[in-house]
């Protein structure tokens, strides 16, 4: 009880302060930014230290994932933030003449961000850019399945930001319960689906709009490359696309593939080879891998291989490593499609090869199933590339490579249907946290009697010519010489 | 109920099946060309054309609108929407081409609009005409598959869209559900891929709640109490007639941009009063419950709430003008207040209707303050000739939309985005942006198999470290550098 006083009271404070104006000042929001620039750069060591103890993972990997995209967002944001927040001029029709247009984006006010384990890092701090270059008053809740990036975030946060306006919250499932009962300006949500629609729920309690970044099973599609060279790079790409980030515990990573079926021994063969030069051939000794996130994911996954026709699917590893909590990269090739490995997020080291005839029956496939944040596809053929585009929706399409549009700013990064709706990096991140407000200039000249009542036939007419924009019959109409 | 009414009755699995078979109908493509999307608007436009005066008679009935009203604010609102889209569908339907960074590099990278797929559209009674196809039109426009559910409170023009849009459009990827709210619970059940409504907030949280289920996109198009600054030294007679047009002009007050009230200062208000009731007098004459120029309220229902809010105590003896009641005709004439409390019903919920509010302040800056204190409304207004004051209101009021110097043109701005803000909504249509409110905008990265960067990859040492620093730093000298080992 005292908790939830305590945070209320914080909560009041924020939208008090948020009121100040201080957070409208370009100003303000560019020493937010570059004291979020000095955080990263000073503080590296401690969150390499924090990503390696919650997650395990290598310092490449963190600076990777982590770190650098936080920093090319920040230094994004700093220098476009003046274009950002310019009003826009519109056109507006020549028949309103002298009237001018445009839209001033302004902040929403006071949001709340929830970020996931598997990125605690880069999914707390890549949405409080945006938030803090609309301008807005921000509080983070950190997940606690990161407990150690939670602590460090709770700890650097309040040193180098304004405290005044940007708090970082820690706890669990109570807390985030409780920050919900709260009325939001907006709140961003990364997580799953099951989680995004009780925040979307709650939302709904007070008009709250929210973006949902879920994830959802994103496929790969092999087609057969002819080039020795081309394959060994997608191939690569793959597996550094699946094993790399997280130990494939990543909404953005491939969680199956898909290819033809005489295809599928030799790309086995050519990911064994990869996956032992990536992480070495000593399942007790994994290198290169972050470590699933707790016991209740290790057991998951292993339950994922339990079933007697996923086990004897497995093609390639398959070793558990409950104290390490470390998963060997594991292949599996044709297990049943009704087997909850290839219902459910997969979220782990476990690759599904799933087979088919022909490679354009991957496009049925993966529309008989809910849209993923994201589908691959290696090819070279360009009309298949223009079927997947056309006759398939994900958040996002990458041909010929993995994760990579994750660091494009200017590529919008969201979901659709299942996989979530809202997007943001670069410029997205600051429009998803304004308001887009609409400004109308008129001037006192030029009155239009036409618009007032007593309403008669005259009148009609000269209106009718004004939404056909027929301004020939207007002018006319003016001068006298039309009636 | 017989076995007639029951199978008539638009259930949970009516809902579910229609659905269905429209998910079926997207699945083909069909919708998607542009050439079916083009058809139906054309078809829009037809339709409208062809019966207009069916239109305008609907409008009659349902609300007393006054012809040139629906003219205006329905027919040709819509007219000029769809020819508008017809216009720029292709440009709009254009992927946008996007630089990408060189930590992607070599690779071209565009943003595609695709359609969400089979969407809900859920229109209002107060521009029956507008409000139901306005929408459509946009979930059209974006490929998309739609059904609209017309305001059972507007009954004429509900049975006229669904006889007619059934005429005209394609009925395997359009569809009118009537009815109230069972049917309207019915829909909300299903999965759609997004839902538009417009309506209050109550309703508006509904329809938020029951899409969570289905994590469907919402756009909500609510109200609240748009608010209008009136400073001195202003062209008062433009202002006044301006402020009319917005409030009894549109729908007789029933409108969610409709000025809800006003504030002035204590000094300019008696001048302002005067000048409304001298306007007021020549657009509807000395016995306004007699002019065929002013809606009528809607029902008996909003008829009751309106005299609820004008007997309220403390309210009721600041009637300046106005007042005048016909309860079996469903009019009240246009009527002001001055200085009413605070804290009375009127300046605590939305109007919608001819109820005119002012309120005085000291000073005219006072105003934003009062207007901060309360929820962001749908649009806000100001007349002064002050450029500080100006740029004070456009820097201070949050609202969905300002206009200056008039009231709710900007509806008719297609290069505006139209929509609220806190509880006045969520999400923006008109125009393009009707287009994007109905697309899924799709990145789409294209790789080549040259350029891999290494240090993206595990064996992760030192050098990756580096590397990977300067790529994403976008510094080429830094990239030299780390390629060759400084």
Known sequence: MEVKMELHKTLEELRRNFKSGTTRNASWRKAQLSALLHLLRHCEEKIFAALNEDLGKDPVESYRDEIGVVEKSTKHSLSH????????????????????????????????????????????????VGAISAGNAVVIKPSELAPACATLLANLIPVYLDGSFIKVIVGGADVSATLLQHKWDKIFFTGSPRVGRIVMSAAAKH?????????G???????????????????????????GPCSGQACLGIDYMLVEGKFASTLIELLKKEIVKCFGNDTRDLKNMSRIVNKHHFRRLSNLLEDPSVFSSIVHGGSLNEEKMLIEPTILLDPP???????????????????????QETIEFINSRPKPLAIYAFTKDDNFKRRILSETSSGSVTFNDVMIQFVCDQLPFGGVGESGFGRYHGSYSFDT????????????????????????????????????????????????LKG | MDEAEKKKMFDVDSAALLVKELRANFGSGKTKSYGWRVSQMKNIIKMIEDHENDFVEALRSDLSKPELESFVFEIAMLKASCKLALKELKSWMKPERVKTSLAAFPSSAE??????????????????????????????????????????????????LKKLLGEYLDSSAIRVVEGAVPETSALLEQKWDKIFYTGNGRVGRIVMAAAAKHLTPVLLELGGKCPVVVDSGINLKVATRRIIAGKWGCNNGQACISPDYIITTKEYAPKLVDSLKTELESFYGKDPLETKDLSRIVNASHFARLSKLLDEDKVSDKIVHGGQRDKAQLKIGPTILLDVPHDSLIMNEEIFGPLLPILTVDKVEESFEFINSRTKA???????????????????????????????????????????????????????????AFSHK???????????????????????LKLLKALMEGSVFGIIRALFGW
């Open chain 1, 81 to 128: 933030i003046d274009q950002w927040m310019a009003p826009k001029k519109c056109r507006l029709p020549l028949v309103m003449f002298p009237t001018t247009g445009e839209v001033l984006p302004e902040p929403l006010g006071l949001v709340l961000v929830f970020s996931c384990w598997n990125f605690p890092i880069s999914l707390a701090l890549d949405p409080l």
């Open chain 1, 337 to 359: 499609l009704d087997a909850e490995i290839m219902t459910e997020e997969i979220f782990g080291p476990l690759l599904p090869i799933i087979t088919l005839n022909d490679i």
């Open chain 2, 111 to 160: 943003i595609m609009s695709e359609p969400l797929g089979v969407v809900l559209v859920i229109s209002a009674w107060n521009y029956p005409l507008l409000l139901s196809l306005d929408p459509v039109l946009g979930a059209i426009a974006a490929g998309n598959a739609v059904v609209l559910k017309p305001s059972e409170i507007a009954p004429a023009t509900s049975s006229l």
């Open chain 2, 442 to 464: 799709k990145a789409v990265l294209y790789r080549t198999f040259a350029g891999d960067a290494p240090a993206r990859y595990p064996p992760y040492t030192q050098g990756n």
């Open chain 1, 207 to 215: 008009l709250t709009p929210v973006t949902l970044e879920l994830g």
């Open chain 2, 378 to 436: 749908l649009a806000a207004y100001i007349f002064t000739n002050n450029r500080k004051l100006k740029e004070e209101f456009v820097r201070a009021v949050s609202a969905g939309g300002l206009v200056i110097n008039d009231t709710t043109l900007h509806l008719a701005v297609p290069t505006l985005p139209f929509g609220g803000v806190g509880e006045s909504g969520l999400g923006s249509y008109h125009g393009k942006f009707s287009f994007d």
């Open chain 1, 217 to 243: 099973k994103c496929p790969a599609i092999m087609d057969s490359l002819s080039s020795p060279s081309d394959l060994r790079v997608a191939v690569k790409r793959v597996v550094g696309g699946k094993w």
């Open chain 1, 433 to 480: 946290f304004s308001h887009e407000k609409g400004v109308m200039h008129r001037r006192f000249i030029f009155e239009v009697e036409s618009r007032y009542p007593p309403w008669n036939n005259l009148k009609l007419r000269f209106l009718r010519m004004a939404y056909n924009f027929d301004y020939l019959g207007l002018l006319l109409y003016i001068l006298g």
